[in-house]
């Protein structure tokens, strides 16, 4: 069974400094990886994914994550905080053949001014 | 472009009531999402659509539950009768094609409350 950790239930950054939000995961064969960001009272929106190639993806928003097979890690990073970024991430996974997305449990990026 | 569209935006019942959700997924996906998300969770999947199949449909609760998608468009997701646990975001998803590495768009969400 596929699974994701977000092993920080929240993030606190003073804006201007980078942020960086973890996220491991556990799938058998090749992992298909995504950062979704939901603002209050709305849906969750895409910012980038992983599926193969180059372990550093940029997405949205000026954010990026890095692929790390060997930790099993997939943290998303933004090199300058906006206190605009400030909202719930989720990472999410699909792969070993299913296509039943599993979602960690999110964690809350609160930027300071 | 239109993005997901998901209606009432907010549902409060007395339990044993029924309730419905209706969803529109962006035009042209053919791949439909129904998730469910407690407060402090992420999403658990539902059911997944491919057109007006539904596949992955195992964490829906069959007894209480019931999803439709007629001509692999609009979607209804039903409870009843609805239980003090059912209280959740139900999210709908959509995106283009079935495979793995599409990423899903969503909707604003439906807020149920059972009292």
């Known amino acids: 069974a596929q699974s994701v950790a977000q092993p920080e239930d929240q993030v606190n950054v003073a804006e201007g400094n980078p942020l960086t939000v973890k996220c491991t995961y556990s799938v058998s064969g090749n992992p298909y990886l995504f950062w979704y960001v939901q603002y209050p009272n709305r849906g969750l929106q895409f910012l980038l994914k992983?599926?193969?190639?180059?372990?550093l993806v940029k997405g949205s928003y000026g954010f990026e994550a890095e692929f790390n097979k060997s930790q099993t890690s997939f943290h998303l990073k933004k090199p300058s905080a906006l206190v605009s970024d400030s909202a719930l991430y989720f990472c999410a996974t699909r792969g070993g053949g299913s296509y039943i997305p599993t979602f960690g449990r999110g964690t809350s990026l609160i930027v300071h001014p | 472009e239109a993005g997901v569209v998901q209606s009432p935006r907010y549902k409060i019942i007395e339990k044993k009531q029924p309730v419905a959700f209706w969803c529109n997924p962006i035009s042209g996906h053919n791949t439909l999402y129904w998730y469910r998300q407690n407060l402090g969770q992420g999403p658990e999947l539902l059911i997944r659509y491919e057109n007006e199949e539904a596949v992955d449909d195992s964490q829906l609760p069959k007894d209480r539950f019931s999803a439709e998608r007629l001509k692999g468009v609009d979607s209804t997701l039903k409870i009843q009768p609805a239980e003090l646990g059912d209280s959740a975001v139900y999210l709908c998803a959509s995106s283009s094609g079935g495979t793995l590495y599409n990423e899903q768009f969503f909707g604003p969400g439906t807020r149920l409350t059972v009292l």
């Open positions: 992983y599926i193969t190639g180059d372990n």
